[in-house]
């Protein structure tokens, strides 16, 4: 019984000084606490070493393909509002194989991120005041990719990121605030609402009051980016698609959304001279699925000549 004592007192303080020595990388509040590699197939990790949101852990669902490259690619997947990371981790995994990436789902569940703190970011409060910049959800995307880089002594410099609806939605405003983000492409995928590159419309419709310059905007249109919406999501009867006042003036359904928000900022960036390397993508036969969605993004992302990883 004593030798398991002092056992567990030194696992605490092997723990205690890991976590303290992690606070070095005040820039990031990355604190590397397990530094064992992914097993190979699917499995999952509760991530907490974000410093500021350590209370309200994020579970992570993967996938990696046996005998993956080091320089292999990384995929950050944001799911959309029904939290179904699992399903969305499951209709990726075919190209993961296929493809030879290494999928990364974290999941952001609604009791701890309602929309206001995952579609949105987290950036303001339910009282609409503007919160510290490192207690934004926005904020734990670049640490979890190096954490996720240390555990695989990876040599990636960058990332892909792909979200789909309400991920979607976290990606493209992800874009607006960390312009300088390490995404090598990414692809913001049939959102039911957008943010505006419009000073005159309040955030979440709008840049207004949200402290984002001119010099992010044009950061941003200047990146391998591409905005994605499947031909057949048209549905009006969806549930989920938001249907206000102020997002119908964006379009009837995703469809008109989507290509408002592509022409809303090519022509901004027009406007300001600002150098403008979207791309606009529309896949037959695809409605408001995840599912459907998967094989073409896949395919936009890989079947090219230029594989950045």
Same mark, same amino acid.
């Given at each position: 019984?004593?030798?398991?004592?002092?056992?567990?007192?030194?696992?605490?303080?092997?723990?205690?000084?890991?976590?303290?020595?992690?606070?070095?990388?005040?820039?990031?509040?990355?604190?590397?606490?397990?530094?064992?590699?992914?097993?190979?197939?699917?499995?999952?990790?509760?991530?907490?070493?974000?410093?500021?949101?350590?209370? +309200?852990?994020? $579970?992570?669902? !993967?996938?990696?393909?046996?005998?993956?490259?080091? @320089?292999?690619?990384?995929?950050?997947?944001?799911?959309?509002? /029904?939290?179904?990371?699992?399903?969305?981790?499951? /209709?990726? *995994?075919?190209?993961? &194989?296929?493809?030879?990436?290494?999928?990364?789902?974290?999941?952001?569940?609604? &009791?701890?991120?309602? #929309?206001?703190?995952?579609?949105?970011?987290? *950036?303001?409060?339910?009282?609409?005041?503007?919160? &510290?910049?490192? @207690?934004?959800?926005? /904020? *734990?995307?670049?640490?979890?990719? @190096?954490?996720?880089?240390?555990?695989?002594?990876?040599?990636?410099?960058?990332?892909? =990121?792909?979200?789909?609806?309400?991920?979607?939605?976290?990606?493209? +405003?992800? /874009?607006?605030?960390?312009?300088?983000?390490?995404?090598?492409? $990414?692809?913001?995928? #049939?959102?039911?609402?957008? $943010?505006?590159?419009?000073?005159?419309?309040?955030?979440?419709?709008?840049?207004?009051?949200?402290?984002?310059?001119?010099?992010?905007?044009?950061?941003?249109?200047?990146?391998? !980016?591409?905005?994605?919406?499947?031909?057949?999501? #048209?549905? =009006?009867?969806?549930?989920?698609?938001?249907? @206000? *006042?102020?997002? #119908?003036?964006?379009?009837?359904?995703?469809?008109?959304?989507?290509?408002?928000?592509?022409?809303?900022?090519?022509?901004?960036?027009?406007?300001?001279?600002?150098?403008?390397?979207?791309?606009?993508?529309?896949?037959?036969?695809?409605?408001?699925?995840?599912?459907?969605?998967?094989?073409?993004?896949?395919?936009?992302?890989?079947?090219?000549?230029?594989? &950045?990883?």
């Amino acid at each position: 019984m004593k030798t398991k004592i002092h056992f567990n007192s030194c696992l605490i303080l092997l723990f205690f000084f890991g976590i303290t020595g992690g606070l070095k990388h005040d820039t990031l509040y990355a604190q590397q606490t397990n530094n064992a590699p992914l097993q190979d197939g699917l499995g999952e990790f509760v991530y907490t070493d974000y410093e500021p949101l350590k209370d +309200r852990p994020i $579970t992570v669902y !993967y996938y990696k393909p046996k005998n993956l490259p080091k @320089d292999a690619p990384v995929m950050i997947l944001m799911h959309g509002n /029904s939290r179904a990371a699992l399903n969305y981790r499951k /209709s990726m *995994v075919p190209y993961a &194989e296929q493809y030879k990436f290494l999928l990364i789902v974290p999941k952001f569940s609604a &009791e701890l991120y309602p #929309s206001i703190d995952y579609h949105q970011g987290g *950036v303001f409060d339910k009282n609409g005041k503007m919160k &510290e910049r490192k @207690d934004w959800t926005f /904020s *734990v995307i670049e640490p979890l990719f @190096d954490y996720v880089v240390h555990k695989e002594n990876k040599t990636n410099k960058g990332y892909i =990121l792909y979200g789909f609806s309400a991920g979607a939605q976290f990606v493209h +405003r992800y /874009s607006w605030f960390f312009p300088n983000n390490r995404a090598l492409k $990414t692809i913001t995928a #049939s959102a039911g609402s957008y $943010t505006m590159p419009d000073y005159n419309a309040d955030y979440k419709y709008g840049l207004g009051s949200s402290k984002v310059s001119l010099e992010n905007l044009k950061s941003v249109f200047g990146k391998d !980016y591409t905005v994605v919406v499947g031909e057949d999501d #048209s549905v =009006l009867s969806r549930k989920d698609l938001p249907k @206000d *006042v102020l997002v #119908s003036r964006q379009g009837r359904d995703r469809v008109e959304r989507a290509m408002h928000f592509y022409l809303n900022a090519k022509q901004f960036a027009n406007d300001k001279r600002d150098p403008f390397t979207w791309k606009f993508e529309m896949p037959e036969g695809v409605g408001h699925s995840q599912a459907e969605m998967a094989g073409p993004v896949a395919r936009m992302l890989f079947d090219k000549e230029d594989k &950045e990883n």
